[in-house]
Nanobody
Framework: QVQLVESGGGLVQAGGSLRLSCAAS????????MAWFRQAPGKEREFVCA?????????YYADSIEGRFTISRDNAKNTVYLTMNSLKPEDTAVYYC???????????????WGQGTLVTVSS
């Protein structure tokens, strides 16, 4: 397993942008599929996006964020990014990154999780 640490959350106005980072420990980062999930207050954790292992050629997005969010990875830096544009108040949530052996939209397919970073979008 890898250890994951998210950063980059904060308060932003609607229509603004943020970039989240997730730094991973270990020398096998490139072999992991990576994903972002989020959990809003009082709601269940939901899939946001995922990127395949190695070159990251496969990218998958939830319908609610497609076209506004972009996932990317830099294997040399052991880091995955979530670039969020045109943010809406309903994007307010704790955002978690996760690592797993398979690219999936399902949280139970990811064995390693970060502690989360809070994103608050004001109207």
């Amino acid at each position: 397993q890898v250890q994951l640490v998210e950063s980059g959350g904060g308060l932003v106005q609607a229509g603004g942008s943020l970039r989240l980072s997730c730094a991973a420990s270990g020398r096998t980062f490139s072999s992991y599929a990576m994903a972002w999930f989020r959990q809003a207050p009082g709601k269940e954790r939901e899939f946001v996006c995922a990127i395949s292992s190695w070159s990251g050629g496969g990218k998958y997005y939830a319908d609610s964020i497609e076209g506004r969010f972009t996932i990317s990875r830099d294997n040399a830096k052991n880091t995955v990014y979530l670039t969020m544009n045109s943010l809406k108040p309903e994007d307010t949530a704790v955002y978690y990154c996760a690592a797993g052996r398979l690219t999936s939209t399902r949280a139970n397919q990811y064995a390693s999780w970060g502690q989360g970073t809070l994103v608050t979008v004001s109207s």
